[in-house]
């Protein structure tokens, strides 16, 4: 199913999209010739990413706002009507993630990632999902990772969290069948962007925690979600050896894989629990 044509009167709603992937994904959807609301926290990145997004002749708005608030996230939908704009697509792309383990966690950073990693995906897709059905045409994108795969001893959270949006996107999938309306999950494995930097990981402790081989720039899997998502796929994992690492993480014995992440994550080899 094609993502809904562009006009002046719609836009994709892409959060997170001050940097990373979520700034190439609204990138790529103005070169598409799709209005874009920009949603992050900075609203100074997004007045920047704007601008160069009116520059090369697209149309870009933008919207402040702190997802793991409730209410900021409540107020969204009508925020996007006050500009004009009906959203055809939303982009679930803001996340975060904590690196150590369990036992040393600080209780009000975790309960914040899974407010914007899993209850924000839920709060803005049961907002924005009703209109797109009634209007029978729409598309949404939640970006989960290659860690929804498999157990992750030292980011545990995080990639519980993404293991929900990945099952929440499947059984989204399956609601919206039929109604015009469709749903994909993006699950990028490691890409360079400021995401490492902002869980605790030093440069030095990415390139060796993970193959080179598995590295994709931000702009490739921004090309791939976005191309996913206009050719009907349900799940977008870009890069060869992410793909394969995802089918791998299924077959492989939790009784051995746990052990091996727990020994070999960075998040762990300081912590003595390991």
């Known amino acids: 199913m094609a993502l809904p044509a562009p006009a002046p009167d719609r836009t994709a709603v892409v959060t997170g999209a001050s940097s990373g992937i979520g700034a190439e994904i609204a990138r790529d959807l103005a070169r598409r010739g799709h209005r874009v609301t920009l ?5 100074d990145k997004l007045a920047a990413l704007a601008d160069e997004i009116t520059s090369d002749g697209g149309r870009a708005d933008v919207l402040a706002a702190d997802l ?13 009507a006050a ?27 975790e309960m ?36 929804a795969f ?7 959270a995080y990639a519980a969290g993404k293991a ?22 993006l699950c990028p494995g490691p890409v360079k962007t400021a995401f490492g930097a902002t869980a605790g990981f030093t440069e030095e402790q990415e390139d060796k925690s993970v193959p080179s081989i598995m590295w994709v720039s931000a702009e490739e899997v921004a090309r791939a979600a976005v191309a996913g998502l206009d050719k009907g796929r349900v799940v977008v994992i870009p890069g060869v050896a992410n793909r394969v690492t995802a089918q791998l993480s299924y077959l492989a014995p939790r009784s051995l894989l746990v052990p091996f992440i727990a020994k070999t994550h960075p998040g762990l080899s300081d912590a003595g629990l390991g």
Do not use: K
């Not at 899993?118 to 924005?128: G, I, Q, S, Y």
């Open 83 to 109: 500009l004009g704009a009906t959203p055809e697509i939303l982009i679930n792309n803001a996340g975060l993630s904590t690196l150590g383990p369990v036992a040393r966690a600080d209780a009000e950073t």
């Open 164 to 185: 929900f949006v990945l099952s929440y996107t499947h059984s989204l999938v399956g609601e919206l069948r039929g109604t015009g309306v469709s749903a994909a999950a």
């Open 39 to 43: 949603v992050a926290r900075s609203a």
């Open 68 to 80: 793991v608030d409730r209410p900021a996230r409540a107020e969204l939908l009508d925020r996007v």
């Open 150 to 156: 498999q157990p992750l001893p030292g980011q545990a």
């Open 112 to 147: 914040a990632m899974v407010e914007l990693d899993v209850v924000a995906v839920v709060d803005l897709c049961t907002r924005f999902v009703p209109g797109m059905v009634e209007r029978g045409r729409g598309a949404i994108l939640n970006v989960a990772s290659l860690a």
